[in-house]
């Protein structure tokens, strides 16, 4: 058990709703990460947060997609509008950034289906 | 950009076999190195890691030396067993700069057979 939980596990959307997810970190990690897995593939980069402050985001982050780390604890992802294509594995890790050599731990995922 | 590669599977192994799984990387500058595993079900776990050339990563038995004349990051252990069985990603984080991302292979599955 790493410690990052991700809620929920599984869902499962018709295409067009909108749909949020969450991920609470490690209580003392102030980086925390996005990605997004589908099958047969490595994990993708999303985003990533320093804090509450967003510091990278992919190309793979369209307008649809939105993240936040208000208070720079727990952090949601949201896709708004989904599509068939948003179908996939979405995991949250975290780290500790005391020299620029930190481990990401990851949560168990979320598997997102859109039918 | 940055790359990584990793052997296709599946590989298939008996107990107690000797395993092998090749990755190699391209990225500028002096990345580190790691190895996670996802068992079925579960979700990715840090196996090891290597931050500097000739460093060897090591846990449960299992080795990296991060080779940077080869740009190769090979993951070995002597003797696997059942509960070995899993998927293993081979990726880097390009330390240059504020990049702190994960860039991985495609993950090569095992299944040891007793």
């Known amino acids: 058990d790493t410690g990052v939980s991700q809620d929920p596990r599984h869902k499962i959307t018709k295409r067009g709703q909108n749909v949020t997810f969450r991920c609470d970190p490690i209580?003392?990690?102030?980086?925390l990460y996005w990605y997004r897995q589908t099958l047969g593939q490595g994990p993708e980069f999303l985003t990533y947060?320093?804090?509450?402050?967003?510091?990278?985001k992919s190309r793979l982050l369209s307008d649809r997609f939105s993240a936040e780390r208000p208070k720079g604890s727990f952090s949601t992802l949201e896709i708004q509008r989904t599509e068939q294509g948003d179908s996939a594995m979405y995991l949250c890790?975290?780290?500790?950034?005391?020299?620029?050599?930190?481990?990401?731990?990851f949560g168990p995922g979320t598997r997102l289906l859109v039918l | 950009g940055d790359s990584v590669t990793q052997m296709e599977g599946p590989v298939t192994l008996s107990e107690e076999a000797f395993l092998t799984i090749n990755c190699t990387y391209t990225a500028t500058g002096y990345p580190s190195l790691f190895w996670y595993v996802q068992y079925p079900g579960e979700g990715l776990q840090l196996l090891l890691k290597a931050t500097k050339a000739d460093d060897k990563g090591s846990n449960k038995g299992f080795e990296a030396t991060y080779r940077k004349e080869t740009t190769s990051f090979h993951l070995e252990k002597g003797s696997v067993q059942v509960s070995d069985s899993a998927v293993y990603f081979c990726a880097l984080i390009n330390n240059a700069g504020n990049n702190r991302k994960l860039i991985w292979g495609l993950g090569t599955s095992l299944a040891v057979n007793p």
């Open positions: 947060f320093q804090n509450e402050a967003q510091l990278e």
């Open positions: 890790a975290s780290s500790l950034a005391l020299t620029n050599q930190e481990t990401q731990y």
């Open positions: 209580s003392e990690h102030n980086r």
